[in-house]
C-alpha cells in the first residue's frame, strides 16, 4: 500500500502543528479585510495596495535577499508574472472596493467560491481534469451564491458583483501561480509578486496619496504583515495535514470576522449569508473529501 503523506499517516503532534498553523493562516486573512475595512474611509484603494505590497517587499527582502542572493529571486517569466500580478491586482481591487459598504460576512462567503472558480477556469485553459464531484462542488457553489445575493428578491448593486467579480479573478491567479509554480520557486513569485504590484501601484497612489496619521499605522501593519504570514502558514500546514483538513477551518473565517464587525462597527448579516455560506462551504468540502477517498483507494 502506498504510504501517503496524508492525516491519516500523520502523528499526532503533526497534525496538531498544521491545525494550529492553519488557525494562524485564518486570523491573517481576517486581518486583511478588518484592516482594510478601518483605513479605506480615510485613504484611496491604490495607496492601501500599495503600502501592502511595499510593506511585503521590505519583509521578503529583509528575510529572503540575505538567504537566498537577490539572483535566485529575478524571475524567468517576467511577461507572465506581469499578467499574473496585474489580474491578483485587479482582484484586489475589485473586493477592497466593496468592502465599506458590503457586510464582511458577506464578502468572506462569496471568496469561498474560489476553489470551486478555480477548478473551472483551470478545466478551461489548461486542461486540468474535473472530476464529477467537482463540477457538483462548483455547482452547489453557484447555489450557495445565490442564495447570499438573492437576485430579484434583493437588491444587487455594483459593490456586491465587485466581490463576484474578484472572486474570479483570484481564481484566474490561482491558476497562473499553478502553471508558474513548475518552473518559480515559491520565494521567487512571492518576491516578483511585490515587486510588481508595488510599481502597477506607484502611480496612481502617489496620485492619490493621502499622508497617512500615526492611528493608521498599526493597521497599515496588520496589512501588510497578515498576508505574509499567511502564505508562510498555509504552506507549513499543507505540509503536515490534507487540503480536506485545512479547508474546514479556513470557515471558522466567517464567525470570526461577523464578531469582529459586530463589535467594531456594529455589524450584523442576515440568516441567507449563513445558509449560502453553509451551502459552498458543505460542497467544496463535500468534493474535496470524495476526490481525497478516490485518490486514496488508487493508491491500494
Keep these: 500500500m502506498y504510504n501517503q503523506n496524508s492525516t491519516a499517516n500523520a502523528t499526532r503532534a503533526e497534525t496538531l502543528r498544521g491545525v494550529g498553523w492553519m488557525i494562524i493562516a485564518v486570523a491573517g486573512l481576517a486581518g486583511i479585510v478588518i484592516a482594510v475595512r478601518a483605513l479605506k474611509p480615510d485613504l484611496s484603494i491604490p495607496q492601501i495596495l500599495f503600502l501592502r505590497a511595499l510593506i511585503g517587499l521590505i519583509a521578503i527582502a529583509a528575510i529572503m535577499v540575505p538567504k537566498e542572493g537577490i539572483r535566485s529571486l529575478i524571475t524567468r517569466r517576467p511577461g507572465f508574472q506581469l499578467l499574473r500580478n496585474a489580474t491578483h491586482v485587479g482582484a484586489q481591487y475589485c473586493v477592497f472596493f466593496a ?100 510599481m502597477i501601484l506607484l502611480g496612481p497612489a502617489l496620485y492619490l496619496w493621502i499622508t497617512p496619521e500615526w492611528h493608521h499605522i498599526p493597521w497599515i501593519l496588520l496589512l501588510g504583515l497578515s498576508g505574509l504570514t499567511t502564505h508562510f502558514c498555509i504552506s507549513k500546514a499543507l505540509v503536515l495535514i490534507d487540503t480536506s483538513v485545512c479547508f474546514p477551518i479556513d470557515f471558522l473565517r466567517l464567525p470570526f470576522i461577523a464578531v469582529i464587525a459586530y463589535l467594531m462597527w456594529d455589524e450584523t448579516f442576515s440568516p441567507w449569508v449563513g445558509v449560502g455560506a453553509l451551502v459552498i462551504f458543505a460542497s467544496t468540502y463535500f468534493s474535496i473529501r470524495r476526490e481525497a477517498n478516490d485518490a486514496g483507494k488508487g493508491a491500494d
Excluded at 460576512?105 to 489548461?126: G, H, L, M, N, R
Excluded at 462542488?137 to 463576484?164: C, D, N, Y
Design 99 to 198: 468592502l465599506i459598504s458590503v457586510p464582511l460576512a458577506v464578502v468572506t462567503s462569496i471568496e469561498y467560491t474560489i476553489p470551486a472558480f478555480t477548478a473551472a477556469i483551470a478545466a478551461i485553459t489548461i486542461g486540468e481534469k474535473v472530476n464529477r464531484y467537482r463540477w457538483i462542488g462548483m455547482a452547489a457553489s453557484f447555489i450557495g451564491v445565490l442564495i447570499i445575493v438573492r437576485p430579484g428578491i434583493a437588491s444587487v448593486g455594483l459593490p456586491t458583483m465587485m466581490v463576484i467579480i474578484g472572486a474570479v479573478l483570484f481564481s484566474a491567479q490561482n491558476v497562473m501561480v499553478k502553471v508558474l509554480s513548475q518552473s518559480e520557486s515559491a520565494s521567487t513569485m512571492v518576491f516578483t509578486m511585490n515587486v510588481i504590484q508595488s
